[in-house]
């Protein structure tokens, strides 16, 4: 009897370990990817393209390339919709996801500037781990497309401010820029992009 309780505890252990590895595997990682602008409202603009269609082809890439089942991704939207800066924000805070990455391009009046840069917000309870978010998307950004990364920046965005997770602001490079401009538009250059943002996601897991 003593033998069979032994054998019934044991199993009941490798059960529970069993359990415990499989639930580790399963463990979701949820982010919510804002594409920036939309509707009305088109964001930076050239004679030809607008900031809202390139936010959103990119982050329609990104919902159809992200297969890993571990990460949820939730979307403020995915076509060209009017979507208040208010609206995305409780979005988010109904959500309460791991991770919030808002997507937008960059326009200057000097065409020489170019590259990514990515934001966080100081004023926020979340503010180290954002800046950490910035820095990891930052890396990995530069090291899986050829834009120009200028870097980690403090960012006074309404977004970034109140969401009540981590949050960054990602400005995926300068439509007023030929490079920059002719990169964001070639299937190539989105389709990098939005593989470094789902490469960022699944180092976190
Ligand atoms: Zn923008």
Do not use: W
């Amino acid at each position: 009897m003593k033998k069979l309780l032994k054998i019934a505890t044991v199993g009941i252990g490798c059960t529970a370990l069993l359990l415990s590895i499989f639930s580790f595997d399963k463990k979701e990682y949820t982010v919510v990817i804002d594409a920036g602008h939309g509707g009305q409202d088109y964001g930076a603009q050239t004679a030809d393209i607008s900031e809202k269609a390139l936010t959103t082809l990119i982050t329609q890439k990104i919902q159809e390339k992200m297969k890993d089942e571990s990460v949820t991704v939730h979307f403020t939207r995915l076509d060209d919709q009017m979507k208040s800066l208010s609206d995305r924000v409780n979005y988010v805070n109904q959500l309460q996801p791991d991770l919030l990455i808002s997507l937008h391009v960059n326009h200057n009046k000097n065409e020489n500037a170019h590259g990514f840069e990515v934001y966080y917000s100081d004023d926020s309870k979340t503010a180290a781990t954002s800046l950490s978010q910035a820095e990891q998307l930052a890396t990995t950004l530069a090291a899986r497309t050829s834009l120009n990364n200028r870097g980690v920046k403090k960012g006074p965005f309404y977004i970034l401010k109140n969401a009540n997770c981590p949050a960054v602001l990602l400005e995926m490079g300068f439509v007023s820029n030929a490079n920059d401009k002719a990169y964001l538009t070639s299937q190539a250059g989105q389709n990098a992009i939005a593989q470094s943002i789902i490469e960022h996601l699944q180092n976190q897991k």
